[in-house]
């Protein structure tokens, strides 16, 4: 069931009608660009098509609670993309490439920024720092857990969890500095191995 935003009588608002993911991937969009203080009204009416008059109307609690939808949104993504490939059945390696496929699709292989990192540094990280741990927190689980499964010890598995993520940020951040999608790419196809490397009594 997706709810619609549209024209809410306002002279200003434009007629536009969006379902409840397209308006929050614009927004999205917006703070992934420029993060949440970056986030204008203007910038957030620009990209959805709708006047500040219904963006009130939609989000009574303006800008703050549109971050807020956002996260809620994020969360289904993650748990979709991220947690889901991790925790299914099959071998650890196969869940493992079908995990890095599933980060390759919401990176857009390396062309999009971390929406997570941007409301980091742009300014969400106080007002949202719960949310902001419990996006990573579900994708180290996640990650964890299947290492353990695989044979690494806890403490092992949270250290090559934590370096993988890592390495994803870094790769993200280094990818599109140097306008080399392809690092990003490159990252991802290694990290099955570097997470499985050495790893005792493996379970596949």
């Given at each position: ?9 306002s002279?200003?608002?434009?007629h536009?009608?969006l ?9 999205a969009?917006?703070f ?6 970056g986030a ?9 098509g709708?006047?500040?008059?219904s ?8 800008k703050?609670?549109m ?6 949104w994020l969360g289904e993504?993650i748990?979709s993309?991220f947690?889901a490939?991790l925790?299914?059945s099959g ?6 490439e079908r995990w ?9 292989g ?10 980091v ?5 106080e ?7 419990e996006?990573?927190?579900a ?9 353990v ?16 993520l890592?390495?994803?940020q ?8 140097l306008q080399l999608?392809?690092?990003?790419r490159?990252v ?17």
């Amino acid at each position: 069931m997706y709810r619609t935003f549209g024209y809410d009588g306002s002279p200003e608002a434009c007629h536009v009608k969006l379902t409840r993911d397209e308006a929050l991937h614009r927004i999205a969009d917006v703070f992934r660009r420029v993060g949440y203080e970056g986030a204008s009204l203007s910038e957030l009416s620009r990209a959805t098509g709708l006047g500040r008059a219904s963006l009130y109307h939609h989000f009574p609690g303006g800008k703050e609670e549109m971050a807020r939808e956002v996260f809620r949104w994020l969360g289904e993504v993650i748990a979709s993309e991220f947690v889901a490939p991790l925790a299914a059945s099959g071998r650890p390696r196969a869940r493992l490439e079908r995990w890095v496929e599933g980060v390759a699709r919401i990176y857009a292989g390396g062309s999009k920024s971390c929406l997570l990192g941007a409301m980091v540094l742009g300014g969400g990280s106080e007002i949202f720092a719960r949310e902001l741990a419990e996006a990573f927190r579900a994708q180290l689980r996640a990650l964890e857990r299947l290492l353990v499964e695989a044979g690494a010890n806890p403490a092992e598995a949270r250290r090559r969890a934590e370096n993988a993520l890592g390495r994803i940020q870094g790769a993200l951040v280094l990818g599109r500095g140097l306008q080399l999608p392809r690092h990003f790419r490159r990252v991802l196809a290694e990290l099955p191995d570097e997470l499985l490397a050495r790893i005792q009594r493996p379970r596949e």
